[in-house]
């Protein structure tokens, strides 16, 4: 049990984090002055998510007379990381929406519809309107497609109805997931909780929902009349083998049953299944309450470019790019960011504050006519929740390492109240802030 002295040095010690540099210092190095270096190139870059603005904002102060295209037809910015927040009662549905124009850089030209076609031989994107944009630099940052027609029987009007969430669909479905989970909660039943076969954007969310489900029941009482099950993809429940470890020990203190090797193939609302693929064969299971989440693959119109590995991840349609410097391994004046990039790992916003200054660097040393050593190591981090007012700040490497930002302060296997304000209040500012360029 943490006692009244361990808590209040927990929160001098957050505080005094953020009274510094704030925010901005929690993961990755200062923003350092730069000179910029003189260009006429023109810069394409795909998507205006979390990579595509941080480095948008990063590059207009590198470059100096670089023509730079943004090219995305969404109209709202989503702050991912807030969905499951939302979908745990925590915040509204508008705390991870704001416009995507708020946060584009003056001086860059933002084409509001989505690219169709890549040409990377010719050096050309061609935009949904027929409009073609032809480039010296891409940056390839649209992030990734949720595959819904990949589980049978499934469609978003179902979010929110039944038992059915899906957390991952978007502010207002995760929204609606809490609504569900919030009625399961005071009723009991089996909840039943998967994540794809496929690579996915934090592959740590679908044990904090299984953790937060778990913790409401408790709060209300009722979690004697709760099961819950997590059926894992493969024959592990997270890919770093001592974090993998910790979490099979949670789930059997809070009685979080597992079972291994099931991959989600389909749902029956109306008997209230979820059908597996196994070795064994396909296998039903009754559910009250579940979230749905797809197989995940890269947009379509980057399948379709020629970008993709052609044998990695068979499907998905992952950049080709080196793992430590973002640069595609046949284009060399094409980078990747985000989601979409084929590395081992890396699909969290953390990856992307990790991997936005490395790609400029290399880009503007190209530019230059120069090289440099910067490198992606993998970083990724997943603050993961195992109730409300606490979480374990989980931060890893390529090779499994853990890399913990503030070692002495913040244990990474230990469920924390200094990790859980991380989570609900730091990472939102400094997400902002890598938005702008700034961290």
Sequence with gaps: MTDSR?????????LGLAAGAGALALAGPARQARAQVRTNAHIVIL??????????????GRLDGARITIVDGRAEHWYQPGFTLIAAGLKPAGYSVSRTTEWLPDGVDF??????????EAKRVGLASGESLDYDYLIVAPGLVLDWSGIEGFSLDMVGQNGIGAVYAGP?????????????????GEAVFTRPATEMKCAGAPLKYAFLTDDHARRKGNRGTTKITYAAHSGILFSVPIVNEKVR???????????YNHELRAIDPGKKTLTFATAEGQVEMPFDFTNVIPPMRAPEVVRQSGLSWADRWEGQGWVEVDQYTLRHLRYPEVFAAGDVAGVPKGKTAASVKWQVPVIEEHLVAQIAGDTTDAAYNGYTSCPLITRVGRAMMIEFDYNDNLVPSFPGVIAPLEELWISWLMKEVALKATYNAMLRGAA
Excluded: C, H
């Excluded at 084409?111 to 040409?119: C, N, Q, V």
């Design 6 to 14: 361990d808590f209040a040095a927990s929160r001098r010690a957050f």
């Design 47 to 60: 998507g205006a998510g979390a990579a595509g603005t941080s480095l948008a904002n990063r590059l207009v």
């Design 111 to 120: 084409k509001a519809e989505y690219a169709a076609e890549i040409d990377p």
């Design 172 to 188: 207002e479905y995760a929204e609606a997931t809490w609504r569900a989970l919030d009625r399961f909660t005071d009723e009991g």
């Design 249 to 259: 020990m949670l789930f059997e203190r809070q009685e979080i049953e597992t079972v």
